[in-house]
């Protein structure tokens, strides 16, 4: 699955998620919204994102929840395009905010969502580890 190896790509590892069954799922929901950015029937970016309501007390907005690019297509704007039309759909749909969460070291990934205009929210990522 290209997707598949866009991530393998990318950690340079083997993948340790099922997009296979994800993907699946997300063209079940007629509400989400997930994009791929093909050129030449070749697969070069993904963007997976869903609609969430009434967690924690937000209103209904969406999540990106995992995207990725071709490491040798990168910097040639393709994430920004799959960014845009994740917005141009939410926003045809009333959606008025999109979240995500990216790790705190990740300057690369920080930054790309920066040039996109997200900002730190009200919302704190915190864990616990089992």
């Given at each position: 699955m290209a997707v598949t190896r866009i991530d393998r790509a990318i950690?340079?590892?083997?993948?340790?998620?099922?997009?296979?069954?994800?993907?699946?799922?997300?063209?079940?929901?007629?509400?989400?919204?997930?994009?791929?950015?093909?050129?030449?029937?070749?697969?070069?970016?993904?963007?997976?994102?869903?609609?969430?309501?009434?967690?924690?007390?937000?209103?209904?907005?969406?999540?990106?929840?995992?995207?990725?690019?071709?490491?040798?297509?990168?910097?040639?704007?393709?994430?920004?395009?799959l960014a845009e039309e994740i917005f141009e759909y939410y926003k045809s749909k009333g959606i008025a905010k999109i979240y995500t969460s990216v790790r705190w070291d990740s300057t690369d990934i920080l930054s790309f969502f920066k040039i996109l205009g997200f900002e730190r929210s009200d919302f704190i990522n915190l864990r616990k580890i089992l």
């Open positions: 950690t340079k590892m083997p993948s340790r998620i099922d997009f296979e069954r994800i993907l699946g799922e997300e063209i079940e929901r007629e509400t989400d919204a997930s994009f791929v950015a093909v050129i030449n029937r070749k697969v070069l970016g993904f963007m997976i994102s869903y609609i969430t309501s009434g967690n924690f007390g937000a209103d209904q907005c969406a999540w990106i929840a995992m995207f990725g690019v071709d490491p040798k297509y990168m910097g040639q704007g393709i994430g920004i395009r």
